[in-house]
C-alpha cells in the first residue's frame, strides 16, 4: 500500500546494513511511501527500496564487501575514492543482481537525495534523478570528507549529504508531509561529541578553499544533536514514527566482518516485523 507519508533515512556507511533491514521488512509487507529522502548510504538504501529490489544491498554486503574493486585503501594510493560507487551499478556476472532501473523509473514513489555543495556548505536536494545522474547524485551523497573526491553535480561540486544535513526531515516538512517515518543508524540516545581541535585544523585546512563547507563541518555536531532532539521529541509526541538500532551489533563505517553485517541487516528487519502493528497504525491514523 502506498502510504501519505514521507520515510527519511539517515547515512552511516555500514551501519545502513539496518536501514535495509527495516526497507526490505517493508517490502515484504507492501509498504511504500509517497516520498523517500535519503543521505549518504540511506540514499543509497532509498534507491534500492524505492526500485522494490529487496535483499540486494545485504547481497552486495555480505559477497562483495572484500572485492577490492568495491571498496579499498588501497585505492588513495591509485587517487581514487577508497568506496567506489559505479560497482553497485555495473553488472558482475551469474551471480549479481544488476540495479533495476526500470522499476525504479516505474515508481509512485518521489526519491529525494541529500548532498552538502561544496560552494556554500548548504544542503543540495536531487529528486527522481535517473540514469548517469542517478548514480553520480547518489555518489555525491555518500562521498566522505577527506576520504573521497567531490563530485561534479547540477548543482556544483558535493560532498556527504551528512554534513550539512544529516537526519532531513525538514525536507518531509517542506514537501507537505504531517506523517514522516525516520529510520535512524545511531540509538536513540546517541550524541556527537564536538569537533576535536585537531579535525578543525584539518577541515580549514584541506578545504581552505571553501571554508563555508569547513565550517558547516565543524559544526555538523552541534546541528546533528538538535537535530536529534527534535526527532526524539516528535516520536515521544506521536508526531513522527522513528526507529533507531537499540542493543544491536556494532560496526565500523567501512566494516569488513560480513557476518556482523548479515546480522545487522536481519536485527533491522526483526524490528520493523516487530513493530509493524504500531507503524501502521501511525500511518492509518
Avoid at 509498504?31 to 548510504?41: D, Q
Avoid at 562521498?143 to 573521497?148: A, T
Avoid at 561529541?193 to 578553499?209: A, D, G, H, N, W
Amino acid at each position: 500500500m502506498l502510504y501519505n507519508a514521507a520515510l527519511v533515512l539517515e547515512g552511516g556507511a555500514m551501519r545502513g546494513q539496518y536501514s535495509t533491514g527495516i526497507t526490505d521488512a517493508f517490502l515484504a509487507h507492501h509498504i511504500e511511501f509517497k516520498s523517500v529522502i535519503g543521505v549518504s548510504a540511506g540514499a543509497l538504501c532509498g534507491a534500492q527500496y524505492v526500485s522494490k529490489q529487496y535483499g540486494r544491498m545485504v547481497h552486495v554486503h555480505t559477497h562483495y564487501r572484500k572485492d577490492k574493486e568495491y571498496i579499498s585503501l588501497l585505492h588513495m594510493l591509485k587517487h581514487q575514492d577508497i568506496l567506489n560507487l559505479d560497482f553497485l551499478f555495473e553488472d558482475h556476472g551469474w551471480d549479481w543482481n544488476n540495479f533495476d532501473e526500470r522499476a525504479y523509473e516505474r515508481s509512485s514513489t518521489n526519491f529525494t537525495i541529500v548532498a552538502t555543495q561544496l560552494s556554500s556548505g548548504r544542503m543540495v536536494s536531487f529528486i527522481n534523478p535517473t540514469g548517469s545522474e542517478l548514480v553520480n547524485d547518489l555518489k555525491a551523497s555518500c562521498s566522505m570528507p577527506f576520504l573521497m573526491e567531490p563530485q561534479i553535480t547540477s548543482k556544483g561540486q558535493c560532498l556527504d549529504g551528512g554534513v550539512a544535513d544529516s537526519i532531513p526531515y525538514d525536507i518531509a516538512e517542506q514537501q507537505g508531509f504531517d506523517k514522516i517515518v525516520i529510520v535512524r543508524t545511531r540509538p536513540r540516545a546517541y550524541q556527537k561529541k564536538p569537533t576535536s581541535k585537531l579535525l578543525q585544523q584539518m577541515y580549514r585546512r584541506v578545504f581552505k578553499e571553501h571554508l563555508a563547507f569547513a565550517e558547516t563541518g565543524i559544526k555538523r555536531p552541534e546541528v546533528y544533536n538538535q537535530q536529534v532532539e527534535v526527532v526524539n521529541q516528535k516520536a515521544a509526541n506521536g508526531d513522527w514514527f522513528c526507529f533507531s538500532p537499540e542493543n544491536m551489533v556494532k560496526v565500523g563505517r567501512l566494516e569488513k566482518n560480513t557476518n556482523k553485517l548479515a546480522e545487522l541487516y536481519h536485527q533491522g528487519q526483526q524490528q520493523a516485523e516487530h513493530l509493524l502493528p504500531e507503524l501502521t497504525a501511525y500511518l492509518t491514523k
